[in-house]
């Protein structure tokens, strides 16, 4: 193999891939990267875990057509130090020469024939407009639980009616829903994917910067999906099992509500907080005009705060983890957070407004549950 490829552009692609290395590979080859050169003046980079795989294509001047695995951290590395100038990368015997400038390398390659078959990106289903769909992912993998002994609950899901595409995570102390319009391959079509956060939040964050994202899900019984942009291709094994009927959690009416600047609540959270003990809450009290903030008692450091507040209904008093309560107000693409209310043993879900006086847009949902104080 012998080819010359830009710095710029071969530096990005190598760490764009080797994003996908796992860091404890169970076999040697897996911490490669797969360099294929063809006649068509392409390089394609691969990494795959038996999870995830993550493949870019590049233009280059290709010489010599070939394949080569090495180093996919190693060679991530030298392409981000070298100078900007040109790359060459050639083939000598059992090793790999990357030339640039004054600047010369030699990396040991693995065998090629001992790297598994990447997996084929699915037909499309449909394209999302990049920069949406990376907010959305934002927004709803922070409700997605950490703990790996409950892997469906790791999962955001996906489900697909039509034009609509609906994105929900919870770990079970929050519920995030985001729902968005995308442009369907058919117009009937109806799936169903659980995606792992971390896969999905990686592939949104550097393939969703583009205008449009090609989303790929298998017919019938596979467990795949796919996502393409600007010629980076990334497939996922889906989550397997059955994910719990979260929306009934979301009350069929809230007689209470109150809306309050978003932003100046969340640094209001943060100051108060700053007493609270771990796992402690921070306790909310809304009143007419009035959202008080407490948190720490007895004989521990204490924090209150006030700030203006529309109520509408009954006066409530409620507790939350105060980092939940910081995530899902984060999450809020909007200048003020409406809170909806049952009771205070109830969930509570915050949804964004535009104005103080104007209707919530719910295509955005956080649910969250409250902390029972003692007594």
């Given at each position: 193999?012998?080819?010359?490829?830009?710095?710029?552009?071969?530096?990005?692609?190598?760490?764009?891939?080797?994003?996908?290395?796992?860091?404890?590979?169970?076999?040697?080859?897996?911490?490669?990267?797969?360099?294929?050169?063809?006649?068509?003046?392409?390089?394609?980079?691969?990494?795959?875990?038996?999870?995830?795989?993550?493949?870019?294509?590049?233009?280059?001047?290709?010489?010599?057509?070939?394949?080569?695995?090495?180093?996919?951290?190693?060679?991530?590395?030298?392409?981000?130090?070298?100078?900007?100038?040109?790359?060459?990368?050639?083939?000598?015997?059992?090793?790999?020469?990357?030339?640039?400038?004054?600047?010369?390398?030699?990396?040991?390659?693995?065998?090629?024939?001992?790297?598994?078959?990447?997996?084929?990106?699915?037909?499309?289903?449909?394209?999302?407009?990049?920069?949406?769909?990376?907010?959305?992912?934002?927004?709803?993998?922070?409700?997605?639980?950490?703990?790996?002994?409950?892997?469906?609950?790791?999962?955001?899901?996906?489900?697909?009616?039509?034009?609509?595409?609906?994105?929900?995570?919870?770990?079970?102390y929050r519920l995030a829903v985001r729902e968005l319009r995308w442009h369907p391959?058919?117009?009937?079509?109806?799936?169903?994917?659980?995606?792992?956060?971390?896969?999905?939040?990686?592939?949104?964050?550097?393939?969703?910067?583009?205008?449009?994202?090609?989303?790929?899900?298998?017919?019938?019984?596979?467990?795949?999906?796919?996502?393409?942009?600007?010629?980076?291709?990334?497939?996922?094994?889906?989550?397997?099992?059955?994910?719990?009927?979260?929306?009934?959690?979301?009350?069929?009416?809230?007689?209470?509500?109150?809306?309050?600047?978003?932003?100046?609540?969340?640094?209001?959270?943060?100051?108060?907080?700053?007493?609270?003990?771990?796992?402690?809450?921070?306790?909310?009290?809304?009143?007419?005009?009035?959202?008080?903030?407490?948190?720490?008692?007895?004989?521990?450091?204490?924090?209150?705060?006030?700030?203006?507040?529309?109520?509408?209904?009954?006066?409530?008093?409620?507790?939350?983890?105060?980092?939940?309560?910081?995530?899902?107000?984060?999450?809020?693409?909007?200048?003020?957070?409406?809170?909806?209310?049952?009771?205070?043993?109830?969930?509570?879900?915050?949804?964004?407004?535009?104005?103080?006086?104007?209707?919530?847009?719910?295509?955005?949902?956080?649910?969250?549950?409250?902390?029972?104080?003692?007594?």
């Amino acid at each position: 193999m012998e080819l010359q490829v830009e710095r710029d552009v071969l530096a990005d692609a190598v760490a764009w891939a080797a994003r996908a290395l796992p860091s404890r590979p169970p076999v040697p080859v897996l911490a490669g990267v797969l360099l294929e050169a063809t006649d068509e003046g392409t390089l394609k980079l691969s990494t795959f875990d038996y999870e995830v795989s993550a493949r870019a294509e590049l233009p280059a001047d290709v010489r010599t057509a070939g394949r080569v695995l090495v180093s996919g951290r190693l060679l991530a590395d030298i392409s981000r130090s070298l100078p900007n100038r040109p790359v060459t990368l050639t083939t000598e015997g059992s090793k790999v020469v990357v030339t640039c400038g004054a600047s010369r390398f030699t990396l040991l390659t693995m065998s090629v024939d001992e790297y598994p078959s990447l997996p084929q990106l699915p037909e499309a289903s449909g394209e999302i407009a990049g920069g949406e769909f990376t907010e959305a992912v934002a927004q709803v993998t922070i409700a997605a639980s950490r703990d790996e002994t409950l892997p469906i609950l790791t999962g955001v899901r996906m489900e697909i009616e039509g034009d609509r595409v609906t994105l929900l995570a919870t770990d079970r102390y929050r519920l995030a829903v985001r729902e968005l319009r995308w442009h369907p391959s058919t117009p009937d079509l109806s799936a169903v994917a659980l995606v792992r956060a971390r896969t999905l939040s990686d592939v949104a964050r550097s393939l969703g910067g583009g205008s449009n994202l090609t989303v790929a899900l298998a017919d019938g019984a596979s467990d795949l999906i796919g996502f393409q942009a600007g010629g980076r291709y990334s497939t996922s094994l889906l989550v397997d099992g059955e994910y719990p009927k979260v929306r009934a959690l979301f009350p069929a009416e809230s007689p209470t509500h109150a809306v309050v600047s978003t932003a100046a609540l969340t640094e209001a959270v943060k100051r108060v907080a700053l007493v609270a003990e771990r796992n402690t809450p921070v306790r909310l009290r809304f009143e007419d005009g009035v959202l008080s903030l407490e948190a720490g008692q007895g004989e521990d450091a204490q924090a209150t705060e006030a700030l203006e507040a529309t109520l509408v209904g009954e006066s409530i008093a409620i507790a939350f983890n105060p980092q939940f309560l910081l995530d899902g107000l984060g999450a809020l693409a909007a200048p003020f957070a409406r809170l909806s209310f049952t009771q205070a043993t109830r969930p509570a879900v915050i949804t964004g407004q535009a104005d103080l006086d104007g209707d919530d847009d719910d295509s955005y949902r956080y649910l969250l549950m409250p902390v029972r104080l003692a007594g």
